[in-house]
């Protein structure tokens, strides 16, 4: 009976151990399970948590402070500048100030841009191109100066004498900061007076000149598309290169060919060329004028 009892003690205590170990078992797995979820979140929390920190030390909009435009416009000028000179060592294009450049670009949008156009690239029949390369490269300082403050006579372009000369200056300034040719300024005032003779540069003036810049050069007021080339205005202030050279070479993006060379619309030699120049010395917008008031 005591073996037997014995036995049965001892199966019991190898029953009661196998469900011990069937209980305590899962119970491990889901402790384990507990601390892995546990440390997951706890984890989390903490991005989370310096993530909030990092969006709360970023300066709100109002906070940051803002630009001065004046500087950041002066600086985007003068680096343009800077590039413009850089481009080409051999390249002489006038330096332009970009503070002052910068004042005229705001003059010129309160006066300029309904006739000349954003930009100054003009219009046909309206007010001419004031940004075209060509026409930059040749055009000296006083000659926008003077256009300027003087005007011109007998057209739709007005004086702005009472701007002053600093404002007349920043006006030029933002015109020449557009310039990207190398300036010819010099060397085309250097070219010599015209030898030519007005008489036949009549009939070449009426044959081709007339028929964009009017009868007797007087432009858009006679019903052309081109300047007034034959009045005082423009005649007083350029030199016999200045319209030579437009002559020959013409001006990009615009109605005016150029008119000596196998690829131009008219190739005329230079001693044509000269007797054009001749016969617009003669002013003949003004005569044109005053034989239509006889009329």
């Known amino acids: ?42 984890l989390a929390a903490c991005d989370n948590s310096g993530q909030t920190a990092a969006v709360q030390k970023q300066p709100s909009p109002s906070d940051k402070k803002q630009p001065n435009l004046t500087q950041v416009r002066s600086v985007q000028v003068a680096k343009k500048a800077v590039s413009k000179l850089n481009s080409d060592p051999k390249a002489v294009i006038p330096y332009t100030d970009p503070v002052l450049a910068y004042k005229g670009e705001t003059l010129y949008l309160q006066n300029c841009v309904f006739c000349h156009k954003a930009h100054a690239i003009g219009k046909p029949g309206v007010a001419p191109s004031l940004t075209n390369q060509e026409f930059l490269s040749i055009a000296p300082v006083n000659f926008l100066f003077d256009t300027i403050r003087d005007g011109r006579p007998g057209t739709g372009m007005p004086p702005f004498k009472h701007l002053g000369k600093e404002k007349i200056n ?114 003949p917008g003004e005569k044109a004028q005053s034989s239509l008031k006889l009329k």
Do not use: W
Not at 238 to 262: A, N, W
């Open 1 to 42: 009976m005591r073996r037997g009892t014995a036995d049965r003690i001892s199966l019991n205590r190898r029953e009661s151990g196998q469900t011990k170990t069937r209980v305590h078992k899962p119970q491990k797995m889901i402790f384990f399970s507990f601390i892995i979820l546990l440390t997951t979140l706890l």
């Open 170 to 283: 920043a006006l030029v300034a933002y015109l020449r900061d557009h310039a990207k040719k190398p300036s010819r300024i010099k060397a085309v005032l250097a070219q010599p007076v015209n030898q030519g003779d007005a008489r036949l540069g009549m009939i070449f003036f009426k044959q081709i000149c007339a028929t964009c810049h009017g009868p007797g050069g007087n432009g858009y007021a006679a019903g052309g598309t081109g300047t007034a080339i034959g009045k005082t205005g423009f005649l007083s202030k350029v030199s016999d290169g200045f319209i030579r050279t437009t002559i020959k070479e013409g001006r990009s993006f615009t109605r005016m060919l150029s008119f000596q060379g196998p690829q131009a619309l008219a190739d005329l030699s230079s001693k044509e060329i000269d007797d054009i120049i001749a016969y617009m010395r003669t002013v």
